[in-house]
């Protein structure tokens, strides 16, 4: 029997829209503690405005913090206000941006940028929104242009690199989208997303480089699941199963309930070390977190069956039946044992 192995776990790539990128730059009046929450904040604000509502910082500050409470249609007002006060102000204009593309007003949300923009055009943040928004978008040629625009002003800019790098990826240009995603994780090496898009990447490529960029996101986020699973993953099909192992159990050691991980060290177990005895306590750690997990059931009486226990074996391969209808190494496995 030739079990394939899980596929590997493919990473979502995904720009996030930074809400807050633009909104931190003015300054409020009096001594404003950062290490307060955002509705204590909102409070304080709300007191500050009272005493001098002609201060459009304090109305921006206040819209850009309602945005990050979510409470939409109260930053709206105060970004109205804020521009009946400073109408020349770009970063009242990127907030706005943010809350047209928050109730899916895309075009007004374009438009508010591009004020933004004509304001104050030597600005690379202002760049770098519209380059995200057209990403999302899916319109991949223009975030292109609008990240080389970033460049321009800015050649460090990591994230500039990265929305090229997703661009080519979703156009499928691996070959560039390796290309600018090392410059990203290059020019900032404690960009996770870099790192571990990096090692997806080469990964795909069967590229043995592959493990160095997974451990470099792991020294950055030693707690993330998909980084260390993917490692674990790669050992296992370069044959590196002792590493393999180890790795799962240090994934499964953060997060217990990793059912995948316990039913790969059960396979290394079972087909490589030939440890039933570890390899059914796998397979059952794996099923007791997922009961309807068909692989482990049928790699359980597959240990059964090398352990010459036929009446287990079939028992587990009919259950495996029961959870896929004709499954097909379940099948087998039964019509091996009966005859």
């Not at 941006?97 to 928050?102: E, S």
Request: charged share 30%; glycine share 2%; aromatic share 12%.
């Amino acid at each position: 029997m030739k079990l394939k192995y899980l596929p590997l776990i493919l990473i979502t790539i995904f720009v996030s829209f930074l809400i807050s990128c633009n909104s931190e730059s003015g300054k409020s009046k009096g001594d404003y503690k950062k290490s307060v929450s955002i509705s204590d904040s909102i409070e304080y604000l709300t007191y500050q405005i009272t005493q001098d509502s002609l201060d459009g910082e304090l109305w921006k500050k206040r819209a850009s913090l309602f945005i990050k409470k979510g409470n939409i249609d109260a930053a709206f007002r105060d970004i109205n206000k804020g521009l009946e006060l400073n109408p020349k102000d770009p970063e009242l204009y990127m907030l706005l941006a943010d809350v047209y593309f928050a109730i899916g007003q895309n075009d007004n949300s374009i438009s508010a940028i591009r004020k933004a923009i004509e304001l104050d055009p030597d600005n690379p943040d202002y760049y770098l929104k519209m380059a995200k928004f057209k990403l999302i978008l899916e319109k991949y040629k223009t975030a292109k242009a609008f990240a080389d625009k970033v460049l321009r002003l800015d050649p460090d800019n990591e994230q500039a690199y990265y929305i090229k790098s997703i661009a080519f990826l979703e156009e499928k240009d691996t070959v560039d989208a390796l290309k600018y995603m090392k410059i990203a994780a290059s020019v900032d090496t404690s960009f996770f997303a870099a790192n571990l898009n990096v090692a997806v990447l080469l990964d795909a490529k069967k590229d043995s480089s592959a493990e160095e960029y997974y451990k470099r996101a792991l020294k950055i986020k030693p707690e993330n699941m998909i980084a260390e699973y993917s490692l674990a993953m790669l050992y296992q099909k370069e044959g590196k199963f002792e590493m393999a192992l180890e790795t799962y159990k240090s994934l499964v050691s953060k997060h217990p309930d990793n059912a995948q991980a316990y039913f790969n060290m059960g396979y290394i177990y079972l087909t490589e070390n030939l440890d039933f005895e570890n390899a059914e306590k796998m397979f059952e750690k794996a099923i007791e977190i997922k009961p309807d997990y068909t692989e482990a059931v049928y790699n359980l009486g597959r240990v059964y069956e090398a352990e010459s226990d036929t009446v287990r074996a079939i028992e587990k391969y009919r259950q495996a039946l029961k959870l896929t209808t004709n499954y097909p190494l379940a099948i087998d496995g039964i019509n091996r044992l009966e005859k």
